[in-house]
Structures are given as structure tokens and as C-alpha cells.
T-cell receptor, first 112, second 115 residues
Framework: EDQVTQSPEALRLQEGESSSLNCSYT??????LFWYRQDPGKGPEFLFT???AGEEKEKERLKATLTKKESFLHITAPKPEDSATYLC?????????????FGKGTLLTVNP | GAVVSQHPSWVICKSGTSVKIECRSL??????MFWYRQFPKQSLMLMAT?????????EQGVEKDKFLINHASLTLSTLTVTSAHPEDSSFYIC???????????FGPGTRLTVT
């Protein structure tokens, strides 16, 4: 069974204080690992897809990296508007099943 | 690009009635659509997967006769909650996967309250 564990559950940062969120996963074969951002009362917003170990992707203050066992979402000099829940999900390879298995998320709060 | 809409954004209904939620992919064709449920401060729980023109595949523990899913076109899927009860109150979110892609793009969600 595919599993995704995110840590920490919650993270408080001061504006400008860089940090990383962790996503550990076990999957029979990885097709892709996805990062989403979710604001309260809204649907998740797609951020990144990572397909293979060593891959990195960046968007503004966010950088996602992938190893064979985990992914990190690095947040550089965060701003209060980066406050949200960040969700990690994996999609197993093989067949026509495109389901995502989600972690429980990391609630990030950035204080001004 | 990759915009998904849901309607309504919130709905209140009485116990025993049915309610339909629409999910549309606005600027792409969705081979597959997914329906999730999310409880407060919890992650998303997949309810079912639907492919255009096919019957939906429900996750274990999800009553298919209670949560009717129709995916009649490449841009529209509907979820009907039949004979709703207060325990069905939740945040329902759909997502869509485009042809030849792996990413799922999510709608804004529908808040259902059953009184």
C-alpha cells in the first residue's frame, strides 16, 4: 500500500526565515510526486510534479527536490502570503490508475 | 490554463433530499475526473474515479448508490448525494486529469451542509 508521511505537521516561521518541509513516501513504483498548496476553504493548487530522483523544480520562493525515498519543499525568505497547508502526493506507476495518495499536509504559518 | 470549476460553491439541504454538484474543466479536456471529500483539518479522501463514458470506480467504503457519479463528457462530471443525512456534511472537491498528462487540477470545492 502506498504511503505518504509529511513533517512537520505545523511550522511557524518569521518572514524571511527559510526552511524546508519533508515528504517521505513508499510506493511500489513511482510515476510522479506532486506538491500542492491549499488555502483554507479552497481546493488544492498545483505547484510541482517531480518524476525521478535528483529532479528539482522552482517557482518563486519555492523549490522542490526528490530522492528515492523523500521529497523536500524548500521555502526561501517566505512571506506571510506563503501561509497555507502544503500537501504532498504520490502516483504509482503502471496501468491506467492515476490516483493520488496524499499526505496529511504541513500547515505553514509565516508571521510578519 | 488548467482551470476547474465547481458549482455550487456551497449548498444547504434538508435531510432526505438529494443534491447535485457539478465539476467542469474549463480550458482542457479531462480524461479522468476524481471526487474527494475533506473533513476539517484533515487531508483529502478519494471517493471515486471516473473516466468519460465509463462507470465510476469507487474507493472501498464509499457507497456507490449514495454517491452517484456521472462523467458524460470530457469537460463535465457530476456528483449526486442521494438521501443526504447530516453525516454527509463535508467539503467535496473534484479534480481533473487532462489527456496524456499525470497532474490533477482541483476545483475550488463545494461545502455541503445537511440540516
Amino acid at each position: 500500500e502506498d504511503q505518504v508521511t509529511q513533517s512537520p505537521e505545523a511550522l511557524r516561521l518569521q518572514e524571511g526565515e527559510s526552511s524546508s518541509l519533508n515528504c517521505s513516501y513508499t510506493v511500489s513504483g513511482l510515476r510522479g510526486l506532486f506538491w500542492y498548496r491549499q488555502d483554507p476553504g479552497k481546493g488544492p493548487e498545483f505547484l510541482f510534479t517531480l518524476y525521478s530522483a535528483g529532479e528539482e523544480k522552482e517557482k518563486e520562493r519555492l523549490k522542490a527536490t526528490l530522492t528515492k525515498k523523500e521529497s523536500f519543499l524548500h521555502i526561501t525568505a517566505p512571506k506571510p502570503e506563503d501561509s497555507a497547508t502544503y500537501l504532498c502526493a504520490v502516483q504509482a506507476s503502471g496501468g491506467s490508475n492515476y490516483k493520488l495518495t496524499f499526505g496529511k499536509g504541513t500547515l505553514l504559518t509565516v508571521n510578519p | 490554463g488548467a482551470v476547474v470549476s465547481q458549482h455550487p460553491s456551497w449548498v444547504i439541504c434538508k435531510s432526505g433530499t438529494s443534491v447535485k454538484i457539478e465539476c467542469r474543466s474549463l480550458d482542457f479536456q479531462a480524461t479522468t475526473m476524481f471526487w474527494y471529500r475533506q473533513f476539517p483539518k484533515q487531508s483529502l479522501m478519494l471517493m471515486a474515479t471516473s473516466n468519460e463514458g465509463s462507470k465510476a470506480t469507487y474507493e472501498q467504503g464509499v457507497e456507490k448508490d449514495k454517491f452517484l457519479i456521472n462523467h458524460a463528457s470530457l469537460t463535465l462530471s457530476t456528483l449526486t448525494v442521494t438521501s443526504a443525512h447530516p453525516e454527509d456534511s463535508s467539503f467535496y472537491i473534484c479534480s481533473a486529469r487532462g489527456v496524456g498528462t499525470y497532474e490533477q487540477y482541483f476545483g475550488p470545492g463545494t461545502r455541503l451542509t445537511v440540516t
